[in-house]
Nanobody, 125 residues
Framework: EVQLVESGGGLVQPGGSLRLSCAAS????????IGWFRRVPGKERTAISC????????YYTDSVKGRFTTTSDSAKNTVFLQMNNLKPEDTGVYFC??????????????????WGQGTQVTVSL
């Protein structure tokens, strides 16, 4: 059974940092890409970043480039989203999903994909 468990969310002031984790199990980690998505109330869930665990190639949406970094640790079957210089507009529930289609053009969740339960990130004074 595929399981994805996010952690690391919280409340942080603008300019602060958080590191989200997505612990994966139930599939061959290095063969698939994992994506990060954000949901804001009243809006569609949007892709933030993804990583191909085999070759470590990544994608970032324009609004987080230079501030967010996605890495993966194959020994721990875990993907990390390091978020620096956070802004209020980064607020939302962050989900990881696998497998995803991850390329230079974006991160696309698959109909057959699996999702974690989400972790809340709030950026506010």
């Amino acid at each position: 059974e595929v399981q994805l468990v996010e952690s690391g969310g919280g409340l942080v002031q603008p300019g602060g940092s958080l590191r989200l984790s997505c612990a994966a199990s139930g599939f061959t980690f290095d063969k698939f890409a994992i994506g990060w998505f954000r949901r804001v109330p009243g809006k569609e869930r949007t892709a933030i970043s993804c990583i191909n665990n085999g070759d470590k190639s990544t994608y970032y949406t324009d609004s987080v480039k230079g501030r967010f970094t996605t890495t993966s640790d194959s020994a721990k079957n875990t993907v990390f989203l390091q978020m620096n210089n956070l802004k209020p507009e980064d607020t939302g529930v962050y989900f990881c999903a696998a497998p995803v289609d991850c390329s230079t053009s974006g991160a696309y969740a698959l109909v057959s994909g699996h999702w974690g339960q989400g972790t809340q990130v709030t950026v506010s004074l």
